[in-house]
Antibody, heavy 121, light 113 residues
């Protein structure tokens, strides 16, 4: 079964760093892009960025460029979303998701369960 | 960035009636190379991740009931639920993947009247 399993909920203070994870299984991790989608409380979906683990090509939305870092570890089939200095406005549910077609950054048909990040002093 | 605008923001429909959600993009999502529209529809129920319903503007994903249909081309698209069921209560999003960032519409909340 194809799955994306995300790390657990986090509660952090402003200014702290954080790295959340998304582990893929049941498919060839390096053949599919993985994306990150943000959903702030009570709000809609926001495409943050996407990475191709097979070649490390990474693309960011201008709205988050420079604010987060997306990476992937082929050896553990895990993608990461990282912050160096969190803000209260980073409070959101974060989903990883995988497109349905290998090597193509198209629609997301497999989603992780989500990781809730709460940033509060 | 391509801007996606959905209408209405919320919609209340009686059980068994038709629900229609619209999505407009700020530029064409139709590829001249393959004549496909790079537009999808997702359904998101409370506490769950989104679920892909419709790809290429009109192709239902496997297992999606045939009461769901997508139509449109270029910049104007529609998701139609032909006969609303109680389990269809959700927020529906369109998304373009013609170019990055793959922008979403703001969502349409569908409720039972």
């Amino acid at each position: 079964e194809v799955q994306l399993v995300q790390s657990g909920a986090e509660v952090k203070k402003p200014g702290e760093s954080l790295k959340i994870s998304c582990k893929g299984s049941g498919y060839s991790f390096t053949n599919y892009w993985i994306g990150w989608v943000r959903q702030m409380p009570g709000r809609g979906l926001e495409w943050m960025g996407i990475i191709y683990p097979g070649g490390s090509d990474t693309r960011y939305s201008p709205s988050v460029q420079g604010q987060v870092s997306i990476s992937a570890d082929k050896s553990t089939s895990t993608a990461y979303l990282q912050w160096s200095s969190l803000k209260a406005s980073d409070t959101a549910m974060y989903y990883c998701a995988r497109p349905g077609t290998p090597r193509v950054a198209d629609a997301f048909d497999i989603w992780g369960q989500g990781t809730m990040v709460t940033v509060s002093s | 960035d391509i801007v996606m605008t959905q209408s209405p923001d919320s919609l209340a429909v009686s059980l068994g009636e038709r629900a229609t959600i619209n999505c407009r993009s700020s530029q064409s999502l139709l590829s001249s190379s393959n004549n496909k529209n790079y537009l999808v529809w997702y359904q998101q129920k409370p506490g769950q991740p989104p679920k892909l319903l419709i790809n290429w503007a009109s192709t239902r994903e496997a297992g999606v009931p045939d009461r769901f249909s997508g139509s449109g081309s270029g910049t104007d698209f529609t998701l139609t639920i032909s006969s609303l069921q109680a389990e269809d209560v959700a927020v529906y999003y369109c998304q373009q993947y013609y170019s990055t960032p793959g922008t979403f519409g703001q969502g349409t909340k569908l409720e039972i009247k």
